[in-house]
């Protein structure tokens, strides 16, 4: 198994709803990575998680609370969003954060979840 | 911030014909990645060159890097309508990086 999945595939929330965003993956990757992408915009970095350890919050606002409750299982919890939130949320993993060298490896991507809040 | 910035933003080509990509990056890296993306769907890993290679081939992609210039090219032979979508290259940022920086991206349009 070569996917990563997320769910759900559309959210469309409030600014004052709770909702959370899962992606999971069955490859044994140690590694998974939060990304935010705008429109024409390049995936930016969020969260990285290292053998179920947050190891890279890249500042990111704590209305989205990252959780890995397992080797294969992200979830990115969201709550009081703001309209510019309204994204394109992308789930990857990958087999360790950095290779032997400390080089970046391969990331396998999610589909993402489109997200709008209003 | 960004890594890498890529030329042409977009590029509009007929089917058949090659597209080639450029892009450049700041700082010294381990390896560079290019990715596809699908109209707002996740993205593809399309090929991984490391910083001691000069030439990367998988199937009717061509990589190049050069190091001296900090740039990389991907070029894609006999394009088909099926290669209509975005690229991005992805660098890290050298030494021991969780980070895979994304450049700006270039939006491939094949035209049947």
């Known amino acids: 198994d070569t996917e990563v999945t997320q769910t759900p595939k559309h959210l469309v929330m409030g600014m004052t709803n709770k909702k959370s965003l899962k992606c999971e993956q069955h490859m044994g990757h140690r590694a998974m990575y939060w990304y935010k992408q705008k429109a024409k915009k390049p995936p930016e970095l969020m969260f990285v998680?290292?053998?179920?350890?947050?190891?890279i919050n890249e500042s990111v606002p704590s209305r989205f609370s990252p959780e890995c409750p397992n080797s294969s299982l992200l979830n990115l919890h969201l709550h009081a969003l703001q309209p510019e939130d309204s994204a394109l949320y992308l789930c990857?993993?990958?087999?360790?954060?950095?290779?032997?060298?400390?080089?970046?490896?391969?990331?396998?991507f999610g589909p993402g979840t489109r997200l709008l809040v209003l | 911030s960004q890594q890498g910035e890529e030329d042409p933003q977009a590029l509009s080509i007929q089917e058949g014909e090659n597209a080639t990509m450029n892009c450049s990056y700041k700082t010294s890296i381990n390896n560079l990645q290019w990715y596809r993306q699908n109209s707002g769907r996740g993205l593809v890993h399309l090929i991984l060159?490391?910083?001691?290679?000069r030439e990367k081939h998988s199937g009717r992609l061509r990589v190049t890097l050069d190091t001296s210039k900090k740039s990389s090219s991907l070029l894609i032979t006999a394009s088909r309508a099926a290669d209509t979508a975005s690229y991005f290259c992805a660098t890290d940022a050298g030494g021991s990086s969780y980070k895979l920086i994304f450049g700006s991206g270039t939006r491939l349009l094949v035209r049947p």
């Open positions: 060159i490391r910083s001691n290679e």
């Open positions: 998680y290292s053998y179920e350890k947050l190891s």
């Open positions: 990857a993993s990958s087999w360790s954060p950095a290779g032997l060298a400390g080089e970046q490896e391969t990331q396998y």
